[in-house]
């Protein structure tokens, strides 16, 4: 099954009272139920651009995976270290 059916995913970040700009990061993948944040570090040279390159490649890489292993229909036990473990079962 297809998440996107089932599952809405929204995101907001702040940059609270500090900083003048937010350096967070967020990226989903509705149809594998994934969602990541990665905090921008504020403070530190381009941490907007760090938590972005963050979250674009665990997404992709995780997505990846999870489109690579519905095929072959895997089922791991949730503690296990494998990233088809991270996967839903369609």
Partial sequence: MNLTEVLEISSSTDPGMVRSHNEDSVAADA????????????????????????TTVIITEISSRCSRSSRTRSIRSPASRSPRAWCAIR
């Fill in 31 to 54: 149809a594998n139920g994934l969602v990541v944040l990665a905090d921008g570090m504020g403070g530190y040279n381009a941490g907007e651009v760090a938590s972005g390159m963050a």
